[in-house]
């Protein structure tokens, strides 16, 4: 069993979020520490740690968190003048936080896609 992360309380609503959307599959929520106007996490409401742990099972889930996405997009109003979909994975990706979780990121041009 992968360990628990405070991703897991937010899902159940232990802990406090800005949720945006929530259904049997994913939650969406505003990030703590947002980089950008707009910035919303998209997580399976089960626990796969990183990208490197996804498998056939998981196929499902990862599609519909891409349509949550666009669909919380469309309600930003960030569709039109678009957005980022960034999931990092592990120690050189930045993973902070071992629950797979999608970045959303808009409402202003955001620049290169890495600093160097
Ligand atoms: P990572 O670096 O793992 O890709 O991203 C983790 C993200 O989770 C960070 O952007 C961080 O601000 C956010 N985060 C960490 N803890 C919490 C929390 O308790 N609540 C919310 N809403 N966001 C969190």
Redesign the pocket.
């Given at each position: 069993m992968a360990e628990e992360t405070?991703?897991s309380k937010?899902i159940r609503k232990e802990?406090p979020?800005?949720m945006v959307y929530q259904d049997e599959t994913v939650t969406a929520?505003?990030?703590?520490?947002?980089?950008a106007p707009t910035?919303i996490?998209i997580i399976p409401n089960y626990i796969i740690p990183t990208v490197d742990d996804v498998s056939e099972k998981d196929e499902q889930v990862l599609g519909h968190m891409f349509v949550v996405a666009a669909k919380i997009a469309r309600e930003e109003g960030i569709s039109e003048n678009g957005y980022r979909l960034?999931?990092?994975c592990r120690e050189h990706?930045?993973?902070?936080?071992?629950h797979l979780?999608m970045?959303l990121l808009g409402g202003r041009p955001l620049g290169p896609m890495l600093a160097r």
């Open positions: 405070i991703f937010i802990i979020s800005d929520f505003r990030d703590i520490s947002p980089k910035h996490l960034m999931i990092n990706g930045g993973q902070e936080v071992y979780h970045h």
